[in-house]
């Protein structure tokens, strides 16, 4: 190797920023966000690691899903990258081995974009790993625009029909998406409030609301809705992905949102195709005294939090 292929080798010219994708759907999408911001004009050679992230996923068996949405990756590589669930002594040897690498792991991170930028003026620190959630609603609307843009269009075509074929009346309709969760009481007890209030909230701006379902588990569903004061459809989750949830769910003008980042997604796709008006959500969610819910980070100034 000559003097002038090593020095780019060791110093490249442009920062490769290889990022990990993991999590369920919602959680893609978040970090697919936050790759469009964080690589937008700053040079960065995209790498996206589609493998270690989801090597140690054993409860839930989750694998990488968004090109199934139609959503590309640039320079997509199946990167076996050392995580810290790995043992810390192969983790401390790929360190070694890798010192220009820098890792960024967090759920978010306000100041993820300072670091960044203060840590490729180093000659040395020219390559970067990030990993996590980033989970936030202060994305530009351009980078949503850009997501959604990306979508099949078929998908969003079946959808609409499937759309058409449920619901009777579409100008009062109400999605209530209901997500399983841990066999808590407390937790239980939480969610059978919200969505009480939430029902509570439509049926006063309009008596003649009508309410869908759309749940993972149909025992879950009973319970949580068990004492309803209104009458409410349940959307069989039979025969359908949740790919065609997710996109199903975006149709409704009306949505309440479970606790999760696959029905926040859904939600903020209906707003950017000009279908979603409304969207109720649950605040702070404790369980055993925790919150696994970051209301203030993640949920948009103008949904109506309960």
Request: proline share 3%; with cysteine; aromatic share 12%.
């Amino acid at each position: 190797m000559n003097g002038q292929r090593f020095l780019s080798a060791v110093f490249p010219l442009c920062p490769k920023l290889t990022v990990v994708y993991q999590g369920g759907i919602g959680n893609q999408l978040f970090i697919h966000a936050a790759v469009i911001e964080l690589t937008e004009g700053r040079g960065f050679q995209l790498r996206a690691d589609v493998v270690s992230g989801f090597e140690h996923d054993s409860r839930y068996k989750r694998q990488y899903r968004l090109d199934e949405l139609g959503i590309g990756l640039p320079d997509k590589e199946s990167l076996r990258l050392a995580t810290r669930k790995k043992s810390l002594l192969r983790h401390l040897v790929k360190r070694l081995l890798s010192p220009c690498n820098i890792w960024f792991k967090f759920i978010t991170d306000d100041n993820l974009y300072k670091h960044l930028e203060s840590s490729r003026n180093f000659i040395f620190n020219r390559s970067f790993i990030l990993e996590g959630y980033f989970q936030s609603s202060s994305y530009s609307d351009l980078t949503f625009h850009r997501i959604v843009k990306c979508i099949k269009p078929q998908l969003i075509y079946e959808a609409k029909k499937l759309y058409s074929s449920l619901v009777a009346d579409s100008n009062n309709a109400v999605c209530i998406h209901i997500r399983a969760f841990e066999d808590c009481d407390n937790e239980e007890a939480q969610l059978r409030s919200y969505y009480g209030r939430a029902i509570d909230y439509f049926f006063r701006l309009d008596p003649s609301a009508c309410f869908y379902i759309i749940g993972e588990k149909d025992d879950v569903v009973t319970r949580l809705m068990r004492g309803a004061k209104v009458k409410y459809t349940k959307i069989p989750s039979s025969g359908r992905s949740d790919i065609q949830d997710l996109l199903l769910i975006s149709c409704f003008s009306n949505i309440v949102i479970s606790q999760s980042t696959f029905s926040w997604w859904s939600a903020k796709i209906g707003q950017v195709l000009g279908r979603t008006q409304k969207v109720v959500a649950p605040g702070s969610i404790k369980v055993d005294g925790n919150s696994s819910w970051l209301p203030d980070r993640i949920l948009p100034l103008d949904w109506i939090r309960m």
